[in-house]
């Protein structure tokens, strides 16, 4: 299946989501961080990415044109999980080019319908 990139800091809210990806046959490379999200992506073959914007070192809106900007990622779907409001998060994808989003507690119905969504065939 995919190579999913997983970028929460939160280890219980990267716990649920790994274990529903991996389930489905999913591979996910799990990234604490914005460098380690960086590095991930660098040196690996990332077809979709799952983001938490509040991260401790690089907000979501330094991070996603980094992402942009490697090698082989300029065209990954970036999907934003997060616990803003939906009119923020809404406005956030825009802003930030990114291809959707997830409200945090996840749902992991609504979390597998997006993956699928933006995953390629």
Do not use: F
């Not at 990332?46 to 401790?56: A, C, N, S, Y």
């Not at 080019?97 to 699928?116: A, E, F, T, W």
């Amino acid at each position: 299946m995919a190579i999913i990139l997983l970028v929460e800091d939160i280890d219980d809210n990267a716990a649920l989501i790994q274990r529903v990806l991996i389930s489905r046959g999913h591979q996910v490379l799990w990234a604490k961080n914005g460098e380690q999200a960086l590095e991930l992506s660098a040196n690996n073959e990332i077809e979709l990415v799952l983001l938490d914007l509040g991260l401790p070192d690089i907000d979501g809106q330094t991070l996603v044109p980094h992402l942009r900007n490697t090698p082989g990622m300029a065209d990954v779907p970036i999907l934003v999980v997060t616990a803003w409001p939906k009119d923020t998060a809404v406005n956030m994808v825009t802003a930030y080019g990114c291809n959707g989003y997830l409200s945090k507690p996840v749902d992991i119905h609504q979390l597998m319908d997006l993956v699928r969504e933006h995953l390629p065939a």
